[in-house]
């Protein structure tokens, strides 16, 4: 079983940053293809971004390079660094861990963490 939680949410002002954090329990947390989603009020859950073991990261179109995805294997944390931040990225940021055995995908969420751009 993944436990993923996540810190660093908040309220900012438009044209702000904030870096968004994920703590996992995972033991082989180096192995998990990590990512961060984001759902705002009545909407889907979508994708922002995403980091495989090897490090290569993926991202929305929507994020248009504001974003960065990064991990740190050692601390069994991955990262969220979210720059300019405008009022139509308010929402509830999750992490999610992948992880495939065989056939079968292994799919963990955290509770996710509010995130709030406004003046």
């Known amino acids: 079983q993944v436990q993923l939680v996540e810190s660093g949410g908040g309220l900012v002002q438009p044209g702000g940053s904030l870096r968004l954090s994920c703590a996992a329990s995972a033991r082989l947390f180096s192995s998990y293809t990590m990512g961060w989603y984001r759902q705002a009020p009545g909407k889907q859950r979508d994708l922002v971004a995403t980091?495989?073991?090897?490090?290569?990261?993926n991202y929305a179109d929507s994020m248009n390079g504001r974003v960065t995805i990064s991990r740190d294997n050692a601390k069994n944390t991955l990262y969220l660094q979210m720059n300019n931040l405008q009022p139509e990225d308010t929402a509830v940021y999750y992490c999610?861990?992948?992880?495939?055995?065989?056939?079968?995908?292994?799919?963990?969420w955290g509770q996710g963490t509010q995130v709030t751009v406004s003046s």
């Open positions: 999610h861990a992948l992880s495939i055995a065989g056939s079968i995908r292994y799919n963990y």
């Open positions: 980091i495989t073991s090897g490090g290569s990261t």
